[in-house]
């Protein structure tokens, strides 16, 4: 049937009938429809993370072009997407249901044109001042905020027995688009890309030519293209639709708040240890070349959280997740242990300090796929409780509305991470002279994060097991 087409079960892009849990429904249609709605908002997705993280690596070069802004103000760039985009995040929260999935979108696709081209033009005048940088770092946030949006869609769209594993492929996929921006940037702001429309390059100390340039041009083609495969492409869901005051129920519900803080661990320090890892490695090792290697911890993560999330649907999302804290303490103990007590110093060793980080990325990639699939679990348990006594099909509609506005929400609280990390990295360099400080605290976090899986969803007899 065309998108287009005018039907008792679709009107235009609106779908009127959906009914994903119903086994006839979701192998005759159903399926179809929302696969062809998950493989467009994917490439949507990576580019949000594409333009929400390219300051990780545009702060790292704006030195040996003439930029001469401190550590702490490279730092402090690095972190102002993440405080932007998580921020915006709680508003993007809610959209879906008042705006449509297809047409929210394709508009804010849209808007990551503006960042996009900004930072292509900044960079190229050597007398940007330093709140022109801020400003456009800010406006990187709106990539970041997509995220909320786009996972609350695709959980419209999936049964509860395949949602787990959609929601891993978007995000994980999604999340891949910051290992894309890694590998991609550095090889296309050493050539013309665009010829004469790309601007003149940027001459360094040693002769070379950079076009840092192309670090926010090269997104703009592949927005436009995706922007416009989401609004002839995608659907709207009748159903879906919900009032922000609806939706804030949620904020009544105990568990959203337990998983906020979860999903800071496995989210947040995924997004957070990505925008600061390409400026730790060059305060840290600075004989090293840290474009050479950034990209492969946001890789590692998005395919951990892509492959994985079968693994929660089958064991329980509790039970992995309760592993994966222990595993990340672990971790980041050993990343303490191989950094140099100073930069420079001959006690550090760089290819320890590299295969912890590679474990940390593995395992908040692993989390991000088991927190999202606790969700589900838990808001069916908690408003068949709550709703005891109600049409089955009322509760069904409660639990996906709830389940997509927690699992937009948490997104929201946990993106926070992408500031806080390298943040706390510049704050703890500026008061130590080393960024031990600021891992003690992620370490202790987890700690925290272990307890609270274990009490409320692993431990035998839980509140509510998953």
């Not at 790292?60 to 802004?69: E, H, R, T, V, Y």
């Not at 891993?168 to 702001?189: D, E, H, K, R, Y």
């Not at 879906?240 to 804030?248: D, R, Y």
Request: with cysteine; glycine share 10%.
């Amino acid at each position: 049937m065309a998108t287009n087409a005018s039907t008792a079960s679709q009107q235009g892009h609106t779908l009127i009938d959906w009914r994903p849990e119903d086994a006839d429904f979701w192998a005759k249609r159903g399926r179809s429809v929302a696969t062809r709605n998950l493989w467009i908002s994917i490439p949507n997705l990576l580019l949000a993370f594409s333009v929400w993280m390219v300051w990780s690596v545009v702060v790292a070069k704006l030195p040996s072009i003439g930029f001469d802004f401190t550590t702490n103000q490279l730092f402090w760039l690095a972190s102002m997407p993440g405080l932007s985009g998580a921020t915006l995040r709680i508003f993007y929260s809610f959209v879906i249901p008042i705006f449509g999935g297809r047409r929210w979108t394709a508009i804010s696709s849209a808007s990551l044109l503006l960042p996009a081209l900004g930072a292509g033009f900044a960079v190229q005048n050597p007398e940007t001042p330093y709140s022109i940088f801020l400003l456009l770092a800010l406006l990187c946030g709106f990539g970041g905020g997509n995220f909320a949006s786009s996972m609350a869609n695709i959980a419209y769209f999936y049964p509860k027995a395949t949602k787990g594993n959609a929601l891993a492929l978007n995000a994980g996929l999604g999340n891949l688009g910051v290992s894309v921006m890694q590998f991609v940037v550095p090889m296309v702001i050493t050539a013309s890309v665009f010829g004469a429309l790309g601007g003149e390059p940027q001459t360094l100390s040693d002769g070379s030519q950079l076009w840092l340039q192309n670090a926010g041009f090269i997104w703009v083609p592949f927005i436009a293209v995706s922007a416009i495969a989401a609004w002839f492409g995608m659907n709207d869901i009748a159903d879906a639709k919900a009032s922000v005051s609806e939706q804030m129920s949620i904020l009544k519900r105990r568990h959203n708040w337990i998983m906020c803080i979860l999903y800071v661990g496995t989210f947040g320090s995924f997004i957070g240890y990505a925008a600061g890892f390409p400026l730790l490695i060059k305060t840290q090792f600075p004989e090293v070349s840290a474009l050479s290697y950034a990209f492969l911890g946001p890789l590692v993560g998005a395919l951990s959280r892509a492959a994985t999330g079968w693994v929660s649907d089958r064991f329980g999302g509790g039970r992995v997740t309760f592993w994966v804290f222990l595993g990340m303490i672990v971790s980041v103990y050993g990343v303490i242990a191989f950094l140099p007590s100073v930069p420079e110093a001959a006690d550090g060793n760089f290819w320890g300090f590299f295969a912890c980080f590679m474990a940390l990325f593995f395992l908040t990639g692993v989390g991000n796929a088991s927190t999202f699939q606790m969700i589900p679990s838990i808001m069916k348990q908690e408003l068949n409780r709550i709703l005891k006594g109600k049409d089955n099909a009322v509760i069904q509609r409660s639990v996906e509305r709830e389940s997509a506005a927690i699992i937009a929400f948490t997104s929201a609280i946990a993106a926070y991470g992408a500031f806080f990390i390298p943040k706390a990295y510049g704050t703890s360099i500026q008061m130590t002279g080393a960024p031990h400080g600021a891992l003690w605290s992620f370490l202790g976090f987890y700690v925290l994060c272990l307890v609270i899986t274990w009490v409320f969803y692993s431990r035998k007899g839980a509140p509510v097991p998953c």
